[in-house]
């Protein structure tokens, strides 16, 4: 069964970096799509990023352009997502979701999620 | 962007009866390809959301048919025939025509 497990949240100061990883399994990752979509305490949800199957297009939400990274290790099962310049909006539970196949757009199975907190 | 525009924002429904929750986009989701791409999601408390109906009104695998989605171009609708205690959560839209990809505000359903 497709399984996804995130991992590398914690308690951040502002300004500095975190680098969150979603290990994949149960589907052929290489073939699909991936997004990562958070969620701010008690707050909805919000579309972060979106990378391409075979890492060839990248999509970000305004607010992380250019400080957030979407990337992916094919030969691991594993998508990130590099956090620069961290900001106290940025804290929230951070969900990998796959893009549904041929539905790349559509992300279909979520992780459980990892928390981040920017506070000083 | 696209802005989602969900409403009611909460609503309390007994058990049996059914339930309706209306979104709204900015813009039309029906895209040249025929596809429109509007999605609904449940996400019940202390649980990632699951995906409940793509493109409008297809089924997700698992998904209960007493769920359905209905609408077109900027208007669309999920219906819940009867409700059961385990719909308890909150619902959200979301548009995946074009990045960046946008959420309704959610609609906080209970259970009377």
């Known amino acids: 069964q497709v399984q996804l497990v995130e991992s590398g949240g914690g308690v951040v100061q502002p300004g500095r970096s975190l680098r969150l990883s979603c290990a994949a399994s149960g589907f052929m990752f290489r073939t699909y799509g991936m997004h990562w979509v958070r969620q701010a305490p008690g707050k909805g949800l919000e579309w972060v990023a979106l990378i391409w199957y075979d890492g060839s297009n990248e999509y970000y939400v305004d607010s992380v352009k250019g400080r957030f990274t979407i990337s992916r290790d094919n030969s691991k099962n594993t998508l990130y997502l590099q956090m620069n310049g961290l900001r106290a909006e940025d804290t929230a539970v951070y969900y990998c979701?796959?893009?549904?196949?041929?539905?790349?757009?559509?992300?279909?199975?979520w992780g459980q999620g990892t928390l981040v907190t920017v506070s000083s | 962007d696209i802005v989602m525009t969900q409403t009611p924002l909460s609503l309390s429904v007994t058990p049996g009866q059914p339930a309706s929750i209306s979104c709204k986009s900015s813009q039309s989701l029906l895209r040249s390809d025929g596809r429109t791409y509007l999605s609904w999601y449940l996400q019940r408390p202390g649980q990632p959301p699951q995906l409940l109906i793509y493109?409008?009104?297809n089924w997700f695998s698992g998904v209960p048919d007493r769920f359905s989605g209905s609408g077109s171009g900027t208007d669309f609708t999920l219906k819940i025939s009867r409700v059961e205690a385990e719909d308890v959560g909150i619902y959200y839209c979301m548009q995946s025509i074009q990045p960046p990809y946008t959420f309704g505000q959610g609609t906080k359903l209970e259970i009377k």
């Open positions: 979701a796959r893009g549904a196949e041929p539905l790349w757009w559509l992300p279909d199975y």
């Open positions: 493109e409008v009104s």
